[in-house]
């Protein structure tokens, strides 16, 4: 059993950035996929982001593409979300998740973190 802890998020204006990580322990994510999602209040969980293992191909939702970039580290067990010209839809809670196979599949995720919260003011 994997454990996720993300970190980074933060309050930021119109146009700013974060870059959120996402560190495993318990076992090696080398071999999962790894994913982003985030719930904003009152809404359900949205997709955000995925990385496979193998292919290290990468999968965004259409509201992130070309502003936010997902990466990973298999030697730190970590993964990131690069988040640019961030907008006020985008305030969320954003979880990590970790992934049965190297492919992702949102039907295989094992593992979900708390979340870190971002939030971004106009």
């Known amino acids: 059993h994997v454990q996720l802890v993300e970190s980074g998020g933060g309050l930021v204006q119109d146009g700013g950035s974060l870059r959120l990580s996402c560190t495993a322990s318990g076992r090696p994510i080398s071999n999962s996929a790894m994913s982003w999602f985030r719930q904003a209040p009152g809404k359900e969980r949205e997709f955000v982001a995925a990385i496979n293992w193998v292919s290290k191909r990468k999968y965004y939702a259409d509201s992130v593409k070309g502003r936010f970039t997902v990466s990973r580290d298999n030697a730190k067990n970590t993964v990131f979300l690069q988040m640019d010209n961030l907008k006020p839809e985008d305030t969320a809670v954003y979880h990590c998740?970790?992934?049965?196979?190297?492919?992702?599949?949102?039907?295989?995720?094992?593992?979900w973190g708390q979340g870190t919260q971002v939030s971004v003011s106009s």
């Open positions: 998740a970790a992934g049965r196979g190297g492919d992702y599949d949102r039907r295989d995720i094992v593992s």
